[in-house]
């Protein structure tokens, strides 16, 4: 599975921006897809994860500002994030589990700044 995420950039605080992630190589409709972030120096941190039935799962930081989401037929996962301030500001990068093993994409960088 090779995973392309996209949809980072430059936004002002309290903006919105939308990550896709797609996935090629085989089919992920049925795996559990997730996205994480990271700042230099510091520790991938979970933000959230879509199951295949669709439900979901937020950390406490994003929870209702953050909303996870997957197109089965474009075998994609998204991230709609809002009221974005400045410390949402890292590399997002999207997971998908699959057949016991992780794979990751490339991160997408997201600033929050004025």
């Known amino acids: 599975v090779q995973l392309q995420a996209s949809g980072g950039g430059l936004v002002q605080p309290g903006g919105s921006l939308r990550l896709s992630c797609v996935a090629s190589g085989s089919r992920v409709s049925g795996n559990v897809m997730g996205w994480y972030r990271q700042n230099p120096g510091k520790q991938r941190e979970w933000v959230a994860t879509?199951?295949?039935?669709?439900?979901?799962n937020y950390a406490d930081s994003v929870k209702g500002r953050f909303t996870i989401s997957r197109d089965n037929a474009k075998n994609t996962c998204y991230l709609q994030m809002n009221s974005l301030k400045p410390n949402d500001t890292a590399a997002y990068y999207c997971?998908?589990?699959?057949?016991?093993?992780?794979?990751w994409g490339q991160g997408t960088l997201v600033t929050v700044s004025s």
């Open positions: 879509i199951y295949s039935g669709g439900s979901t």
């Open positions: 997971k998908v589990v699959r057949i016991g093993r992780d794979y």
